[in-house]
């Protein structure tokens, strides 16, 4: 009997960033590579600078529709079962660009990030890791009922972090970097929320603990 082939889970990848050197788009790409590395999944990575937009502006969107660029940005989003980003902080919050392109989705029905899985690293010549800007970036892929990993992979004063062959100095970094990559893409993985089974666990308490009467 011919095995039956196990389907492979799709992350897809990208840094909102348009800058060439960008230290974010180095960590992303490091990111892809390890997940790229470990069975069972198929990771696509993309430019930011790829899908093309205007910024937000509702005349554009009555007189001409969703941006082309936006519309196939949606379509990575909605094929994932995760999505995996590496986001600058800018002034402590989240980068214009990105911004602009979440606002744009939002105007999608069904918006294309709800429900989904993501998970946010980021890489800032700071010493606190983007601390400040994982609050804000993840914000409002929250209010849109996107599922943001609660742990963060920071990297900082990353303007030193990487060298001329875009590989980590620091092996602490790759090793934790990894670390937090399969732990997040396990917990994607689930089929099941905690919650799905709630009216099973009830039955089975009130049969295994009987009132006392």
Excluded: C
């Excluded at 198929?42 to 969703?66: Q, S, T, W």
């Excluded at 060298?163 to 620091?170: L, T, W, Y």
């Excluded at 099941?192 to 099973?200: A, I, K, R, S």
């Amino acid at each position: 009997m011919k095995e039956a082939k196990v389907a492979s889970m799709k992350i897809f990848m990208f840094a909102p960033v348009y800058r060439k050197d960008s230290l974010n788009k180095k960590l992303i790409r490091l990111a892809h590579e390890y997940v790229e590395s470990l069975p069972g999944y198929e990771a696509e990575l993309r430019e930011f600078n790829d899908f093309k937009m205007p910024l937000y502006d509702g005349d554009i969107e009555v007189n001409e529709g969703i941006p082309q660029g936006i519309l196939e940005l949606a379509e990575k989003i909605k094929a994932a079962d995760a999505i995996i980003f590496s986001s600058p902080e800018y002034n402590g919050g989240i980068p214009g660009v990105f911004k602009n392109a979440i606002d744009w989705l939002s105007r999608m029905n069904p918006v294309p990030v709800e429900g989904k899985q993501f998970f946010l690293m980021t890489a800032t010549p700071g010493s606190l890791a983007g601390a400040r800007g994982n609050h804000h970036t993840r914000w409002p892929l929250q209010i849109l009922f996107a599922h943001v990993y609660p742990k963060y992979f920071g990297v900082p004063r990353a303007d030193q972090a990487f060298d001329e062959n875009g590989k980590f100095k620091d092996k602490k970094h790759e090793a934790q970097m990894q670390k937090l990559l399969l732990e997040f893409l396990t917990y994607a993985s689930r089929k099941e929320t905690p919650f799905d089974n709630l009216d099973v666990f009830i039955e089975e308490q009130k049969h295994s603990h009987p009132s006392q009467h």
